[in-house]
């Protein structure tokens, strides 16, 4: 699992068009990174549409903004054009990216043990090296600490 100050761990997946996205494709950019457990759910559509909220802010400011989650990219297609995100969701089906990321884990609901996404985020900056790292977040807090670190107030 990656830590503050250590180089991101790069990756390759799919975004919701079926398109390769690769973290150094944005290399020299600041990068807010995101994981969710799934598309279109409450907590979810908080984080996602927190950080579209706050999009035009993180670009002016040199950055992008990427989802990930093991959701299928035709879900994701869906959720993606539904709520105008204008950045990229991207599918980590066999959740090999989440697990590099330490956002893969063990959850409990209801009595029932389960593994799945431990809501997160990493800011990752223009050098690719890991600025700010939160493992199981709050949707609201991840907005906000990962935009203030975006964009340099944290």
């Given at each position: 699992?990656?830590?503050?100050?250590?180089?991101?761990?790069?990756?390759?997946?799919?975004?919701?068009?079926?398109?390769?996205?690769?973290?150094?494709?944005?290399?020299?950019?600041?990068?807010?990174?995101?994981?969710?457990?799934?598309?279109?759910?409450?907590?979810?559509?908080?984080?996602?549409?927190?950080?579209?909220?706050?999009?035009?802010?993180?670009?002016?400011?040199?950055?992008?903004?990427?989802?990930?989650?093991?959701?299928?990219?035709?879900?994701?297609?869906?959720?993606?054009?539904?709520?105008?995100?204008?950045?990229?969701?991207?599918?980590d089906e066999d959740h090999a990216v989440l697990e590099k990321y330490g956002a893969w884990g063990e959850k409990s609901m209801y009595g029932k043990t389960y593994f799945g996404v431990v809501r997160s985020h990493w800011v990752i900056g223009p050098d690719g090296k890991i600025v700010d790292?939160?493992?199981?977040?709050?949707?609201?807090?991840?907005?906000?600490?990962?935009?203030?670190?975006?964009?340099?107030?944290?």
């Amino acid at each position: 699992m990656p830590k503050v100050g250590t180089k991101a761990p790069a990756f390759t997946l799919p975004n919701q068009d079926g398109r390769k996205i690769k973290l150094s494709d944005f290399q020299g950019k600041t990068v807010v990174l995101f994981a969710y457990p799934k598309a279109a759910t409450s907590g979810c559509s908080v984080q996602a549409k927190g950080f579209r909220d706050n999009l035009a802010a993180i670009t002016k400011a040199g950055g992008v903004v990427l989802g990930i989650s093991p959701d299928p990219v035709a879900k994701l297609k869906k959720w993606h054009d539904k709520e105008a995100f204008g950045y990229d969701l991207l599918s980590d089906e066999d959740h090999a990216v989440l697990e590099k990321y330490g956002a893969w884990g063990e959850k409990s609901m209801y009595g029932k043990t389960y593994f799945g996404v431990v809501r997160s985020h990493w800011v990752i900056g223009p050098d690719g090296k890991i600025v700010d790292e939160q493992i199981k977040i709050s949707p609201a807090d991840s907005i906000a600490k990962g935009t203030a670190c975006a964009l340099g107030k944290e």
